[in-house]
């Protein structure tokens, strides 16, 4: 049965005060309505997804089906994909070649004006995205993360490129010339994005020094204490590795290990790491109070079977 509150009977003549207590009861039944209506949109966490090198926010083919899967998983969600330029291409485009910085800041933007997310929101880095994400949290005031998930994300940086997503052959290559003789150039670090986390294990010196991103947010430069506060805000940062992964060197990065300094064939994890013994950027609380997770999937660069993701990451994170 439908009530229409609106609905006066024609032929009744409605007195002053009759005309003011149905007033008041149309409007206690008009809020009452639009709250019930707001709790059932807000019923999921909104979510933010970052994507990686050489992708958009939104191809069919990629980021674009992992939104559809997600909401119909949800049931319905406020889920936000950066786009970083006016259109895909330039999206595409500027994960290569726009600096970390102006990206963040940009996202930032689009996070500050979105009065849904203003509450609150879970958030999902693929690859690249999800350093950049953590950096998002660390900077920007409107980045309240609840959860954080870290698909194949960077976060010690990367030293070694196998192949380059959506780039030629060719290109690549260029890449990884430029890269493994030039990173630290200032004209490399600006034109670039690749470069603002190549970290080389042969020369830390130098990597701290020239580094214009991932040096600053790890931070391994100058302690910045909004940093370490504001990655401590998170209910939870969960790293996803892919243990397969032909795309990231060395793997461990995607759960904060790296290499060894000073070589480039042993690996440490994060607990054994200076950032983490020395608690540079606050994580020894996430993981003492058990809202630091590491978690594996056998297979290569984002490569997971739904199922999983249902099973280790939205029943226990997005819901």
Request: glycine share 6%.
């Amino acid at each position: 049965m439908i009530v229409d509150i609106f609905m006066v009977p024609r032929f009744v003549l409605l007195t002053p005060s009759a005309f003011k207590m149905k007033a008041s009861i149309t409007a206690v039944l008009l809020v009452s309505l639009f709250c019930c209506v707001l709790c059932d949109e807000q019923d999921v966490t909104p979510i933010v997804l970052w994507h990686g090198m050489g992708d958009s926010c939104c191809f069919s083919f990629s980021l674009g089906a992992f939104h559809t899967k997600l909401n119909e998983s949800l049931g319905g969600a406020h889920i936000i994909s950066i786009q970083i330029g006016s259109n895909l291409i330039e999206d595409v485009e500027n994960s290569y070649f726009m600096h970390p910085d102006k990206q963040i800041n940009e996202a930032c933007n689009i996070i500050s004006s979105d009065p849904l997310l203003s509450d609150g929101f879970n958030a999902i880095g693929f690859s690249q995205g999800a350093q950049f994400l953590r950096a998002l949290v660390q900077r920007c005031p409107a980045a309240n993360v609840k959860s954080l998930i870290s698909l194949g994300g960077q976060h010690q940086g990367v030293y070694g490129l196998p192949n380059c997503g959506a780039l030629s052959h060719i290109t690549c290559d260029y890449f990884r010339r430029l890269l493994n003789h030039a990173a630290y150039l200032e004209w490399v670090q600006k034109a670039l994005a690749q470069a603002t986390y190549w970290h080389d294990p042969l020369n830390e010196d130098e990597y701290r020094n020239y580094s214009t991103f991932l040096s600053d947010i790890n931070n391994e430069k100058t302690i910045n204490l909004d940093y370490i506060k504001n990655i401590q805000k998170l209910e939870n940062l969960v790293l996803v590795k892919f243990e397969n992964d032909t795309m990231v060197q060395p793997v461990e990065t995607e759960w904060f290990g790296f290499y060894k300094s000073g070589q480039s064939v042993e690996t440490e994890s994060l607990e054994e790491s200076s950032l983490f013994i020395d608690d540079q950027l606050g994580l020894q609380k996430l993981s003492d109070e058990s809202r630091l997770h590491f978690l594996a999937v056998p297979g290569n660069h984002l490569r997971f079977d739904w199922s999983w993701f249902e099973e280790n990451i939205i029943e226990p994170f997005l819901k």
